[in-house]
């Protein structure tokens, strides 16, 4: 995909979860509909410091978008991402043949990552940027 647009309730509903969670993680499913990210479903199972499981429940009351979940976020307390973070898009990118990742960083910028299976069924890192979350209000 050559450009993906964020809708700014989707920055809005992270920010609102940010402070519901306070240093622990947090995440969901991205919907992803005609090149928006056009809405994010939080649904947490389990969350510490370090770790967060995503549920289903809250999934499952939309079931009409379920073709388009083609991504994740999360919030987790470090910079970049980790290699349990890596080991979820090589796993979704498989399952999907794309994915799209948002972390929310410790530093409160958001990185975006499009991951996909190259010509030789390959996981790849497409394209990966940041978006600077402190300018934004709570």
Known sequence: MERLLIKIDVIKKIL?????FENKEFGGYLIIENNI?????????FSDFG??????NKLLKHETKFGFIKG??????INGYSS??????IDLTNFWGECYSLILQQNRKLLYIYTILNEKRQFEIKK???I???NFVK
């Open 72 to 77: 994740w976020f999360h919030k987790h307390p």
């Open 37 to 45: 990210i056009s809405d994010l479903i939080i649904d947490v199972k």
């Open 16 to 20: 609102e979860n940010e402070s519901d």
């Open 84 to 89: 349990m973070d890596k080991n979820t898009m």
């Open 51 to 56: 770790y967060v499981l995503l549920g289903i």
């Open 128 to 130: 990966s940027f940041e």
């Open 132 to 134: 600077d979350l402190n």
